[in-house]
Every structure is written in structure tokens, then in C-alpha cells.
DNA sequence: TCTTGACATTCCAGTGGCTGGAACCCCCAT
DNA sequence: ATGGGGGTTCCAGCCACTGGAATGTCAAGA
């Protein structure tokens, strides 16, 4: 399989299958004429590494992961810990982008928005949000 | 005012100071000894460049919220424009976030997380999330 | 006066996770 | 032979810093 096809069916583009070898999460094989030569289980590598970043697993949590997903005797507990400190930062970067909103969201909703320079964002930008 | 005192103050690191003067966002003058002269006027760009910050404006929304907040003639529908758009962009992270924390508090729910390598995480993640 | 230590300076490199582009090679159909 | 659509490598850039090295400057204490 040609890079191509690998990320048709991966749904993943060319130049990030490019960029998973060079940092080394998958290890395609090489044609003769230079061409990477994907198996079967390099596309299932790289289509669950798809599903893990779009889940926002960091590239090391993917490579743990997908380490984990090769051993037979891991334990369920190891997987679920990088799972549940992932989830504890998105809680945390949810409640601080929240925040922001709630603070934006008043500041758009109390200016006027109209051709006088008199601007309440502004003023918060000025002196303490 | 030397870096550090308006670092304090502003509640900057020093670097992010000096890539601030870099990128434009401040033109402080020269001491003779070739340290940074930082007037009262520094300092107040300073801080309002880390309250926007703050409120996740990226540099250059933060660059042109400076022009218009140096700008007596300014309409704040501009600023309230610049304010709106990244308003929408903040929610859109959060309903992506959040999509990401649903998905994967699931799965940190579904998961016994003993020794045993039996793991819903990993199989969702095998395939289709 | 000398030294120490805390400041300051510049410049270069690295972070994460790609992405764009240039310059080139390969293969198949016409 | 030619054209087009693959593929390859490598270098640079994105964003917003951050770390570190090598060096310079200043004020206070022995």
C-alpha cells in the first residue's frame, strides 16, 4: 500500500504519515524504488492513531498508548490512567476557555459597537480584566 | 524602569517582555548602558498585552486592540468585532473540548482499569471512536 | 579596592504537531 | 516522447514563547 491509499483509509494526510515515521510510531517497509510499502497493521497503527489525537491525546500519549494496544499482558489500569490524566486537563483547559468566555461574553455584550470611540472592552483591557 | 520591575508590575516574564519588543509590541528607549528604559506608557501596553493575552487574544488581535485602544478616533464596533470573532472561536473550542471530554469520560467509566488487558478504551480506539 | 551576586544583554535552539514548498524521482497511459 | 499524478527528501515556517550559554553592568559588603 502507497502512502496515498494508507491516508485515503487512515484519513489521515500524506505529510503527517510522513512525520509518525520520522518520529517513529510507525515503521513502514520500503519498495524497491523508494516508495514506503504500508502492511495492513501499519494502517491500523496509524488509524488508531487518528482516533487518539482526535480524542486530543498528546504525540506521547499515543505512542504509550499504541505500546499498550501491542502488549498482550498489559494491564487495563495503565491505559486508563493516561486516559483519565487526559481527562483532567480538558476539564481543566474547558474551565479556564469557559472562563473566558463568561468574561468576554459580558464585555461584548455591554459594548455599544458603534462608531464612538467609548468602548467598555477596551477599558477592562486598560485596567484589570 | 529596568525589565524586571516592569516585569513584576505587569506580571510578565522578562523573556516574553524582550519577544514583545522583538515582534514590535513595545519600543522601549536605551539606557546608556544598553539596558531597556521602560516609561510608565511601557508599562500600561505591558499589561494590557497580558490581561488580552490573558483573555487568549493572539498577538495579533492584541496588536491591533493596542493600535485601537491608542487610537482616540477608534469605533468600537472594531474592537467589538475583533471581541466577537474570537468569542466564536472560544466556543467552538469548548464544544470541541467538550466533545473530547464526553467521549472519553465513557470510556474512563467503561474501563475496570485492573491488570487485566482487557480495555474498552483500546478497543474504541481500534476502531471508531 | 576587590569581589560577589543579582541583575541585564544578545543570540541560538527547542517546544508540539504538523504544513507548505521546492526540487527531484517514478510509473503508466497516450 | 510527453504529460500527469503519484512518490521522495529536505528545509523553513507556524505560534508564543522558553531555556540556556556567554557576556556585560551595577550596587553592596569585606
Redesign the interface.
Known sequence: MNIGEVAERAGLPPKTIRYYEDIGLVKPLRDTNGYRAFRESDM?KL??LG??R???FSIEDCRN?LA??E???????D???I??D??AQ??T??AD??A??D???D??QA?????????P??K??????
Open positions: 491500523h488509524a488508531f482516533r487518539a482526535a480524542l486530543g498508548l499498550l494496544w502488549d498482550q499482558h498489559r494491564a487495563s489500569a491505559v486508563r490512567s486516559a483519565k487526559h481527562l480538558i476539564e483547559k474547558i476557555l469557559q473566558m468566555r468574561t468576554l461574553s464585555l461584548v459594548c455599544a459597537g458603534d462608531d464612538r470611540p467609548d468602548c472592552i477596551l477592562t483591557l486598560e485596567s484589570s480584566a
